[in-house]
């Protein structure tokens, strides 16, 4: 089992930054990718970025903005997350799951361990 407990979350207004962490334990053998994901009120969760070592990856709308990185010696993963749009505001989640090849990084089915989220308000 995977426990993964997030913070950060904020109220900011447009154009500021946040940084949320993610901190991990438990056992993660079985584990290969780690991930961010927000939820709107109404919307589906949708992938905002992954990492696997030093490979990341983007949606579209965030690429340029936010920064998804990892400290293996704090066991916590992070999203620095800058130039804040009020469409950004969600509620994120961080994820952990053992990918197949032809698993996609930012699919939610591809994750197994979820946290329970840290809210993103972002006002213009």
């Known amino acids: 089992q995977v426990q993964l407990v997030e913070s950060g979350g904020d109220s900011v207004q447009a154009g500021g930054s946040l940084r949320l962490s993610c901190a991990i334990s438990g056992d993660t053998s079985g584990t290969n990718y780690m991930a961010w994901f927000h939820q709107a009120p109404g919307k589906e969760r949708e992938g905002v970025a992954a990492?696997?070592?030093?490979?990341?990856y983007y949606t579209a709308s965030v690429k340029g903005r936010f920064t998804i990185s990892q400290d293996n010696a704090k066991n916590t993963v992070y999203l620095q997350m800058n130039l804040l749009k009020p469409e950004d505001t969600a509620m994120y989640y961080c994820a952990a799951g053992r990918l197949r090849i032809t698993g996609w990084p930012l699919s939610a089915s591809s994750y197994t361990y979820w946290g329970q989220g840290t809210q993103v308000t972002v006002s213009s």
């Open positions: 990492i696997r070592g030093v490979s990341t």
